[in-house]
């Protein structure tokens, strides 16, 4: 496994996703901590948003961007819709699918159209460069899903996790 996919999946920089997620309940999951912009789900749902973009840009598919930052986050229809369950499986099944595009180093020099929001124009970038965005766009909010963690009381998972 190259870098580039552990910063994916695996431990590279941080605590790996699935030990990041691993534990949580749904209650948890929903779980409103005082001064935090975000519950632990509605971090995931946005990391999986962004992360199905990157996906459809790798394969050519030019998705938009939300008008505004909020159209990446789920509201009250898009929360009612999916379970904590099924949302984690819908992250990690994309997560493999961006771990497969990070292993295909016959396309990871290739350029792909990311469109922007509106008005600026379309950026052209290799498909190592969106999936390194990617990562680091993951590895961001996983911090974020941390920290609540650490708020909430239930940090680390059971099977570890950086603590130091």
């Not at 929903?30 to 199905?52: C, K, L, N, S």
């Not at 999936?131 to 570890?160: C, D, E, K, T």
Request: aromatic residues 8%; contains cysteine; proline residues 6%.
């Amino acid at each position: 496994m190259d870098e580039l996919e552990r910063a994916l999946v695996a431990d590279s920089a941080a605590a790996s996703p699935s030990h990041i997620l691993e534990g949580l309940s749904q209650d948890l999951a929903d779980r409103v901590v005082p001064g935090a912009t975000h519950t632990i789900y509605a971090e995931v749902w946005h990391v999986t948003f962004w992360q199905q973009i990157t996906l459809d840009w790798v394969h050519a598919k030019e998705t938009p961007v939300p008008e505004h930052a909020a159209g990446g986050f789920p509201g009250e229809k898009e929360r009612a819709a999916e379970s904590w369950h099924e949302l984690c499986g819908r992250f990690f099944a994309g997560l493999e699918e961006a771990a497969a595009a990070a292993r295909d180093t016959c396309r990871l020099d290739e350029s792909i159209r990311c469109p922007s929001p509106a008005g600026k124009p379309v950026r052209v970038m290799s498909v190592r460069d969106q999936v390194i965005s990617l990562a680091a766009h993951n590895a961001y909010h996983f911090g974020r899903v941390v920290l609540l963690r650490q708020m909430l009381g239930v940090w680390p998972p059971a099977s570890g996790g950086y603590t130091w």
